[in-house]
């Protein structure tokens, strides 16, 4: 019996817990180093829209990180000491990411409108030649 109550007191993940939050933690945290390699293989030019995607998907992990924290803290598997380690790594992470997501989408706003000049000139000289092969064929 002293056995058993010494380990509930026990503080960390039990089998239990670790199968459902631990896992999902570990999850995550994969998931928010997949996005930011990939968002980094991304060549802005031309693909800013994907990056921006791959941030805002690091952006939401980074969240949901920083939930399941809580969690584990409100429970009592983690120690505040730990949480706070956890929650500052989350959230460097998440800084960066911020300022990624600002950068990138000044960035990619110029991009789009030098791309809509480029087009509507474009447009504007298809125009004009077949303007003149009307008159030229009158």
């Known amino acids: 019996m002293i056995g058993v109550l010494d380990r509930k007191n026990k503080k960390g993940f039990t089998k239990a817990t670790y199968r459902c939050y631990g896992e999902d933690i570990r999850m995550i945290a994969k998931d928010i180093v997949r996005y930011i ?24 992990n980074c969240s949901l990180m920083l939930e399941y924290i809580q969690i584990c803290l409100d429970l009592e598997i983690i120690s505040l000491e730990r949480s706070g380690i956890w929650t500052k790594k989350v959230r460097d992470v998440q800084y960066m990411s911020m300022s990624w997501r600002k950068n990138d989408g000044a960035r990619a706003k110029k991009l789009k409108a030098e791309e809509r000049v480029s087009v509507d000139k474009w447009l504007v000289s298809l125009v004009k030649e077949a303007i003149r092969q009307i008159k030229a064929g009158n």
């Open 37 to 60: 390699h990939a968002a980094n293989g991304k060549m802005f030019a031309t693909e800013h829209e994907e990056r921006l995607q791959l941030i805002g998907k690091i952006l939401d």
